[in-house]
């Protein structure tokens, strides 16, 4: 039963063993095959092709599995490196933006030619109650409160809170904010507060008749003791007269565009103007 169930194994056995001592019989051999070799190469013939097939069939699939590792390894390999590579593009694009604008802040600095000192952002009121943002320098860096705070692009606002390493300041869009302001071009004066709810502003007590204009820049006074003379503050973008009352209608949008604002300056006071101010509050 067993021989038979495997007998087309034991003849395939059998010829290959003929075969081979066949072979070992006349391997030293120059002679012509015999007949009864011819026959076994004839017989043999088929199975040496299928042994031959089979055996590169197992070498390629073998040879591809070990390149297809490979190639999964090299390819795990530049997909980490490509990220790598993703990152520090991102990270030297962030460098070279942070060098703009450090460089134009400090020109801004050189031009202003009072004190100051430059902060970063470091986060904003999230109630919505306030226009408020928070910088990294406090009281232990020389930062003190009702310090003006501006940008390159005009003012910002001025600090309201300081702590040992950090301050806050409120910006020139808050409700409480007020600022003794002119227009440059009429040199017409007004005070101008924020909106809250909206990043404008609004110059209140301009006289009906003062020439006041669309686009007219809008530039700090000098008067209130905080803020020096000729900051810009922003534009005037709407002017309504109405036919009564003592006062004319003018909305100022900020220079500041507050929504990218990363870093600013920090204008200090000498110890004469803190005392004198001190005063002045305290009166």
């Given amino acids: 039963m067993w021989f038979r169930r495997y007998k087309a194994l034991w003849i395939s056995t059998l010829l290959i063993v003929m075969a081979m001592a066949v072979f070992s019989a006349h391997r030293r051999a120059l002679l012509s095959p015999s007949p009864f070799e011819e026959f076994l190469f004839t017989l043999m013939k088929p199975f040496q092709w299928s042994l031959t097939r089979g055996t590169e069939a197992v070498r390629s699939i073998w040879s591809g599995y070990v390149n297809l590792v490979h190639v999964q390894r090299e ?45 970063q952002i470091i986060g904003d009121d999230s109630t919505g109650w306030f226009r408020t943002v928070l910088i990294d320098k406090g ?40 600022i003794d ?16 709810e909206e990043d404008l502003c609004t110059m209140k007590f301009v006289a009906r008749t003062a020439d006041v204009k669309e686009g007219d820049r809008v530039i700090t006074s000098g008067l209130g003791g905080i803020y020096p003379k000729g900051l810009l503050v ?4 709407a002017v309504q007269k109405q036919p009564f009352g003592l006062f004319q209608s003018v909305e100022v949008a900020p220079s500041v565009n507050f929504g990218r604002l990363e870093e600013v300056l920090v204008l200090l006071r000498s110890p004469e103007a803190e005392e004198g101010l001190s005063a002045a509050e305290g009166s």
């Avoid at 030297?92 to 050189?110: D, I, M, T, W």
């Fill in 75 to 119: 390819n795990r390999h530049l997909h980490r490196r490509l990220r790598e590579l993703e990152q520090k593009l991102t990270d030297y694009e962030e460098l070279k933006a942070a060098n703009v604008r450090l460089r134009r802040l400090l020109s801004f600095r050189g031009d202003l030619g009072v004190p100051s000192m430059a902060a």
């Fill in 139 to 178: 009281r232990r860096h020389g930062v003190a409160r009702r310090m003006p705070v501006v940008a390159p692009e005009g003012v910002v606002g001025q600090t309201i809170e300081c702590a040992l390493g950090v301050s806050k300041v409120l910006l020139i869009t808050d409700r409480n904010s007020a």
């Fill in 181 to 196: 302001v002119m227009i440059q071009r009429s040199r017409t004066r007004g005070i101008l507060e924020g909106k809250g």
């Fill in 234 to 237: 922003g534009r005037v973008v």
